[in-house]
Nanobody
Framework: QVRLAESGGGLVQTGGSLRLSCAASGIIVRSNGMAWYRQAPGKQREWVATITIGGSTNYADSVKGRFTISRDYAKNTVYLQCDRLKPDDTAVYYC???????WGTGTQVTVSS
């Protein structure tokens, strides 16, 4: 059974940084592409970033240059480093293995202006 535990969210001011973590079990991070999504209040969930099995990364235009996705094989964990945060980044952030429909409970990121 796939389990995903996101953490690292919080309240930060505009321009601040957070590092989100996604600890995975039931799946091997190094053998799967992984993605981060987010859902803001009243909006649909949207894709944020992807890291492929080979290590290639892709980002939504809204976060490109500010967010960085990475992974730690030893910890079986995927990270999302969020820098230069903006109020529009306020959302619940989720990770998901590509090709699976399993979701964690997410971690709340709130950016104050």
């Amino acid at each position: 059974q796939v389990r995903l535990a996101e953490s690292g969210g919080g309240l930060v001011q505009t321009g601040g940084s957070l590092r989100l973590s996604c600890a995975a079990s039931g799946i091997i991070v190094r053998s799967n592409g992984m993605a981060w999504y987010r859902q803001a209040p009243g909006k649909q969930r949207e894709w944020v970033a992807t890291i492929t099995i080979g290590g290639s990364t892709n980002y939504a235009d809204s976060v490109k240059g500010r967010f960085t996705i990475s992974r730690d094989y030893a910890k079986n964990t995927v990270y999302l480093q969020c820098d230069r945060l903006k109020p529009d980044d306020t959302a619940v952030y989720y990770c998901k293995p590509i090709g699976y429909n399993d979701w964690g409970t997410g971690t709340q990121v709130t950016v104050s202006s």
